[in-house]
């Protein structure tokens, strides 16, 4: 019964991130994006992960997803549509078979890439929060060994909306203005 239910939150996951890609309206890509994130927090209940699971759906599917929906529907995203020309597309294909080459490569050069590293301690009990999956075991990893990644990933979480508010603005808007706002001399 696990391995139906890993074969089909795997497929349910593949599915739902392509169609995050290939959907041409936001809001949809988005909702596929909750469906692809639910996925994967099968995947870790399926794994023993619950911790991360339930991480998985209170912060991505649910925080930062009501985030992405609130500024896709704060944006005007109907009005604007990105026309793929063949030459795009013949491009994006051959990025994504160069990309695709490139992996194939470095996998055959150099086989320890592909290798999981070993786990070097073992919870024991002199030190039992060596390698452990409770909460306060990742809390504490992440707030003292994993600090400066965790604040450059919400620094970069920031960064992308901004820019995301600063590329959706329409060209000639009046910025907020009023039209009897007269400009300043």
């Not at 890509?29 to 759906?57: K, N, R, T, W």
Request: with cysteine; proline share 4%; hydrophobic share 60%.
């Amino acid at each position: 019964m696990s391995a139906f239910i890993f074969y089909f939150a795997s497929a349910l996951t593949i599915l739902a991130a392509l169609l995050v890609v290939l959907n041409r309206e936001a809001v949809n890509s988005a909702m596929c994006m909750i469906v692809a994130l639910s996925g994967v927090a099968v995947l870790f209940v399926l794994l023993q992960a619950y911790f991360l699971a339930v991480l998985q759906i209170v912060v991505y599917a649910g925080a930062v997803m009501v985030l992405f929906l609130f500024i896709i529907m704060l944006l005007d995203t109907t009005s604007r549509r990105i026309h793929m020309t063949e030459m795009t597309l013949v491009i994006g294909v051959a990025a994504l078979v160069a990309l695709a080459g490139g992996a194939i490569w470095l996998a055959h050069q150099y086989p320890a890439v592909g290798q999981l590293p070993e786990i070097q301690q073992l919870p024991t009990d002199k030190a039992p929060m060596a390698y452990s999956a409770a909460s306060k075991a990742f809390g504490y990893g992440l707030f003292t060994h994993y600090m400066l990644p965790f604040q450059v990933a919400g620094f970069l979480l920031l960064i992308a909306m901004i820019g995301i508010i600063v590329l959706s603005r329409r060209p000639g808007s009046n910025d907020g203005k009023t039209p009897d706002d007269k400009p300043r001399e």
